[in-house]
């Protein structure tokens, strides 16, 4: 678990980033904003690749503004990204991604989907990105999200016309986007959808341009905006005291893991986008122009409206409870709308406008945070009505359960009504976990095979309870998740979601476990108790030319949340190997080989993750020098610790800490990603770093962006960072200098040293340096120019200073053998004739 601490953020912020943890409790203003939203049937859908493409000023626009049900179509999860607070990446990664998604919807008012495409990475052409993602199955899956949402209006954020001029998958998003708009009216176009949804036309399609399509704003300004609308995104909302454009950068700083947290701004701002497809509208300053967005739109609709509009042309901000039977009224009506779309969504929003109208609190809270199947678990409720409308429970059910519970309570007003329920969960309820994480998909896909669940944001909950109320002599009811709330006395009331997991699971710290040798390593497997009396035993699947002992261990853990240690020795072949281990637990005949994940940070709920428990061992045919390395941090990785497993004493070094006297205990010194991006304190730092390289140590710098780089100078000479790239893990290797001692000692490294590489060769590649540096390797993508400075080592005084922008950050946690041994390389070049015994000191 990591816990991701931020700055002292002003209070709004601070509300905003934990406002998807708790229950919602809106203001008379939130009320008023959603009777206003409630009177508005149309709808506006975005489209875009990953999560922080989306533009959350025209997103908020669209739903604050405009009051249009708004939705952000990400084609992906932004699971091939980097991180910025934590060391989860991949599949992780897109669930932090996921919530902080939401997290930003939360904010700009709209909705979120996204489709089963697995965000492999960068990719330059939207024709590998079809290559890798199966085109048919994404092209289906935005079709699906369509019409699902039926949106009057598609907005894209990329142009389609523009391949291999940006990212592969933002121009794809587009294209798919442009494909579906001409396929999601046809019934012989995925018709296996339509046992769940509707064909659907959207009205017309637009590129969200501007300026930087266009190079410059000179150029911009000289366009042609005949087949364009724009709008002025900049305008203020006196509810909430805060401009559109403030609430989308308030939306747009939740993707902490991006480093997107920035200030807010004001002031008028023009947002354009362009006409593509469909019916141009004929007034240019309304989106909708030609849509009929009133009750109007359905049939039987007029009565709705004419009671509705009422409610906000007369809204009660001293008392909105006033409303409840215009509210009613208006409920018992929808209910028999023959159109099925915008009944579900407009009985969701009126029950919710109901029930903060009447101040009503419903909340079912967890004993416990955590649960396995077939285990006891209690349940809190809380019912309380804040108005003095005549209201009463007249049942309520748990989803677990196969009947609802007779209560016949009259919640009478202020007045707080406990009651509790022990229950049995079910063996057949489903554990906690991102649905698309369940099976083992591809390098381009996520494997979900039901229809209901694609596109979906989240798992829905497991445990439900449905409040059947009576209100003004109506039935409705109203449904909660089960959560669990509970305080810290330094933090107060906090709640996070309640999670079912396995009655046992097990875990191997290490997810790569490196030997350097053919000597046996003891490898600990911890398992932990999802309820009480755990009895089994637990074994490790490993590769038949590895030995593991002994075969078999007993577990018994007493109870619910404990853990039990257990260590394997593990030995390896003599020669160069790798596989996997596999711990396996058998308790009652039942074998369970998964491992939970928990991912804490303080932006987005807590979040369970269960998922295979495996970790790759290597035997390793490696050499090395040098023996204590200074570890700088940046981004976050796992460098420092990949090092650690080939013999390596690796310290990690605070920048306040960089002084001749301390690095002079180190053989080498590397920083990590993108250190120079986001450590503010380095610029004060080089001259002590290169001194240490000129008095004979060793340094190596890892990629960093391009853009935004802390110190004037990178390295002891010219060195100039770019954009260039290489992302195909597979694409050739040519050795520059074969015979340089860095390619030579300790490890011959040769091409095949880059087999079986990951994700991408490496990023941000310098393309230009002096001639101090000697550029090792030459790689390029598919039909582009060598790129020779993704490893370049230049000699400073007795030491040498090496700058690299390929991908150790990714290898090392594969568990690519090349990686490690090319890696050494670096730190050990020029240790052959120096004392290697230096003992670190405290």
Known sequence: MHKFKTAILFALFSILTSYGQQPQKPSTSEIYEAVQKLNVLGSVLYVAAHPDDENTRLISYMSNHVKARTAYLSVTRGDGGQNLIGPEIRELLGVIRTQELLAARRVDGGEQRFTRANDFGYSKHPDETFAIWDKEKVLGDVIWAIRQFKPDVIINRFDHRNPGTTHGHHTGSAMLSMEAFDMVSDKNSYPNQLKYVDTWQPKRLFFNTGWWFYGSQENFEK???????????????????????????????????????????????????????????????????????????IKGGKAIGDILYKVEKNFNFRD????????????????????????????????????????????????TPTTSTGSDITLNFETLNRSNAALNLVSYKVSSESNSVEKSLALSPNKKETFKQEITLPISIKTTTPYWLEEKGTLGMYKVDDQTLIGKPETP??????????????????????????????????????????????????????????????????????????DGSISLEHPTDWNVYPQQQKVTIENKGDTQTLVFTVIPPKFQSEGTLVPKVTV??????????????????????????????????????GENIAYIEGAGDVVPESLQQIGYNV???????????????????????????????????????????????????????????????????????????????????????????????????????????????????????????TPLISINDKGETPKDGSLLVAKHGKGHYIYTGLSFFREFPAGVSGAYRLFSNMLSIGKDNINLNKKLTD
């Not at 947290?261 to 909708?288: A, C, M």
């Not at 009944?343 to 079912?364: D, F, H, P, Q, R």
């Not at 369970?592 to 991912?599: F, Q, R, T």
């Not at 091409?751 to 101090?772: C, I």
Request: with cysteine.
């Open 223 to 297: 366009a042609d905006k005949s087949g364009m609308l724009n709008f002025d995104v900049g305008v203020f909302y006196p509810h909430k005291g805060l401009s559109n454009n403030e609430v989308a950068s308030l939306a747009s700083s939740q993707h902490l893991c991006q480093g997107f947290g920035r200030l807010t701004t004001r002031g008028s701002q023009d947002e354009y986008i362009e006409f593509l497809k469909g019916e141009f509208p004929e007034d240019k300053n309304n989106i909708f122009s030609g849509i009929d967005v009133s009750w109007n739109r």
């Open 588 to 625: 009652n005949g039942k074998t369970n080989s998964k491992e939970i994940v928990e991912i804490d940070y303080s932006h987005i709920p807590f979040q369970t993750v269960l998922l295979p428990s495996e970790s790759k061992i290597v035997r390793l045919d490696i050499q090395k020098r």
């Open 461 to 534: 909950r497991g445990l439900t309870v449905d409040f059947n109320l009576s209100i003004n002599n109506t039935p409705i009811t109203i449904t909660k998740d089960v959560v669990y709330r509970y305080s810290k006395p330094d933090k107060g009331e906090l709640y996070r979601p309640f999670e079912i997991i396995p009655e046992v699971s097990a875990s191997i710290s290490n997810k790569v476990v490196i030997f350097e040798n053919d000597k046996q390593k003891e490898i600990q497997v911890v398992v932990k108790a999802g309820r009480d009396n755990i």
């Open 320 to 367: 909105p409870s006033v409303h409840l039977n215009d509210l009613v009224s208006a409920y018992r009506l929808l209910q028999n709308i023959e159109d099925k779309h915008w009944k579900g969504i407009k009985t969701k929003e009126l029950k919710n406008i109901i029930e903060a109208c009447l101040g009503l609190y419903l909340e079912v809270s967890a004993s």
């Open 651 to 773: 310290i990690k070094v605070k920048p306040e800490d960089i002084t001749s006297e301390n690095l002079a205990r180190f053989d080498a010194v590397v920083v990590g990603i993108r250190a120079y991006n986001i450590v503010d304190e380095l610029k004060f730092k080089q001259d002590i770093l290169f001194d240490f390289v000129e008095q004979g140590g060793n340094m190596i710098v890892q990629y960093n962006t391009s853009r935004g780089v802390k110190v004037d100078n990178i390295a002891p000479f010219d060195l100039k960072l770019s954009r260039d790239r290489v992302t195909d893990e597979n694409a050739e290797v040519r050795i520059l200098n074969p015979d340089h001692e860095l390619l030579n000692f300790p490890n011959k490294i040769t091409s095949k040293d880059f087999d079986g590489w990951t994700q991408e060769r490496g990023l941000y590649f310098p393309n230009e340096w002096s001639k101090e540096f």
